[in-house]
């Protein structure tokens, strides 16, 4: 699954000249300073703000969806992923997945590797990518007795490609990773539900990167956002494995 991830990019114009081809030829931006911090590591239990790329604007959303018609927020702790497999059938993401369907803009994820009752944390990047793509689901939510509205998004996710199926070894899944050719079109809030199941697919490994980390990163009671978290720590053990 993906509950953990690394965004570095604070200025909305470099995200609008990343996905300039997916936004309207017409957007404009000025050179805004998201109020977020820089998250080298950050965990969806969190629910941090995030920016979102939406067909018509980047927002910041909250990382777990809570479906429109929810009685309360309990749901997101539950709703960090949505199954690509069952996405088209899931109360909580139903509707969403057929015209509420965004981008989360990362620089890497996180995934942990389990051998001989260990577990190795890893960070995943696009080589050569300094930001790429997560296929996500959207929705807003009111809460009935403030008023408050939470605008909340979940990371769909697939089967693991064969490295990622090396590293997340139990569940074997991954994010929904989109190819910058597939952008746009995932954007669509008119796209065909049989349009948007042919892009809920499994990511090639072939420009993947996967880099063991300091068992730092196991601790979620410690500081992991902090950039010695992103620096390779090689383990001899691992070696015999790979």
């Not at 050179?31 to 703000?49: L, N």
């Not at 997340?168 to 991954?174: E, L």
């Not at 597939?182 to 090639?204: A, G, M, R, V």
Request: some cysteine; glycine content about 2%; hydrophobic content about 35%.
């Amino acid at each position: 699954m993906c509950y953990n991830a690394s965004y570095l990019e604070k200025k909305k114009s470099k995200l609008v000249e990343r996905y300039k081809n997916a936004l309207p030829t017409n957007f404009k931006t000025d050179t805004e300073v998201f109020e977020v911090p820089t998250y080298y590591f950050v965990s969806g239990f969190e629910h941090p703000k995030l920016p979102i790329i939406k067909h018509d604007d980047i927002f910041l959303y909250e990382w777990g969806l809570i479906p429109n018609w929810a009685k309360d927020a309990n749901f997101q702790h539950n709703t960090l992923n949505a199954v690509g497999e069952t996405v088209f059938e899931k109360p909580s993401f139903k509707s969403a997945i057929v015209s509420q369907r965004c981008i989360l803009p990362v620089s890497g994820f996180f995934e942990w590797r389990q051998l001989n009752n260990k577990k190795y944390p890893y960070y995943i990047k696009i080589e050569g990518q300094e930001i790429f793509s997560l296929a996500c689901v959207y929705d807003s939510w009111v809460d009935k007795s403030t008023g408050e509205v939470k605008n909340t998004f979940s990371i769909i996710t697939t089967p693991a490609n064969e490295l990622m199926e090396k590293i997340h070894n139990v569940k074997k899944r991954m994010p929904l990773i989109l190819s910058q050719s597939d952008e746009k079109t995932w954007l669509d809030p008119q796209l065909s539900q049989q349009s948007i199941s042919d892009l809920i697919k499994t990511y090639t490994e072939s420009d993947l990167v996967a880099i063991p980390i300091s068992m730092e990163a196991n601790n979620a009671k410690a500081n992991r956002n902090k950039a010695v978290i992103l620096e390779r720590v090689d383990y001899p053990e691992l070696q015999l494995f790979d």
